[in-house]
């Protein structure tokens, strides 16, 4: 296709007690709101990015949301949608996931605001609270990794990064992005391993994950940086086994940049730094049974 989405905006997640989401959004300094047994929250001074926490008797990821230009609309496949005051389509990626995708005038990569910026310390009791700016991306777990790449890079536009064989694949969008909007990891099942949400400084990260720790969500890991993409983080695991990723510095690739994706070895591209990832890290919360940690060794 010759356009594509611009911004991951949004997903809905559909889980147990999804009421706890109000409890782990207030930790990370979320905007959150239970209306009719459903958890909504919003990012951004203009809440253009939002995460949806629905009941359902097991958790599965339901619904990834990208912004268009709304001249760009048409140019995708899909149901029309007529829920939005907004232009929108459906579609259903191979794995039987929804993607929406909803025309915004004047939608671009997203910033987000004003970060957390320190360059004198303050007192420990002047401490600022560090709220996250944006959405940045989504890391899901897929069946078929090159049946995946083909369906983002055909019906939105998405273009490959970087990959890791066989097994993991980031995607970047053709308007100007971070290096990944969008990070596919081959699976028995499609699930959800995190969502990023853009901090803006190192020290933004980092007093949030004191602030989140201190409110009870002390797993995780982090605080680190990875290879591809380059962006410092550190992930907060939330109440149904997947991350939210507090995160900085990811690389941006301006529209039109010519892009030679790369394949490395897992091994040599998960983090620069940092402590060691925890043993089940990279396990699919939505199709894997937890490891015991004897057997992970
Ligand atoms: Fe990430």
Known sequence: MSTGVVAFTGFTLRCPQPEQAVDFCAALGV??????GTVVARFG??????????????????????????????????????????????????????????AVSGCQAPSGGDPVLLPHAPLHSRMPEARPLCLSHIAIFVTDLERSLAFYRDQL??????????????LHAPHGSGHHVLALAKSGATGLHHYAMEMGTIDAIE????????????????????????????YIRDPWDSHAELTAGLDFIPAGTPWTAGNHEPEDSMYLWGPPPPHDFLRNPEHEPPIPMAAAG
């Open 45 to 102: 001074p203009d809440a253009s990015h939002g995460i949806r926490f629905e009941p359902a008797m097991h958790k599965r990821l339901s619904r990834i949301s990208f912004s268009c230009r709304p001249d760009d609309i048409s140019e995708f496949g899909g149901e029309a949608q007529d829920f939005s005051t907004n232009p929108a389509k459906l579609l259903i990626d191979p794995d039987g996931l929804e993607i929406e995708i909803v």
């Open 31 to 36: 905007d959150a709101s239970l209306e009719n």
């Open 157 to 170: 536009g998405l273009i490959l990064s970087d990959r890791c064989g066989d097994g993991l694949a980031f």
């Open 207 to 234: 007093l949030r994950a004191g602030q989140t720790a201190a409110a009870g969500y002390s797993e995780g890991w982090g605080f680190g940086r990875h290879v591809l993409g380059s962006n410092f983080f550190h």
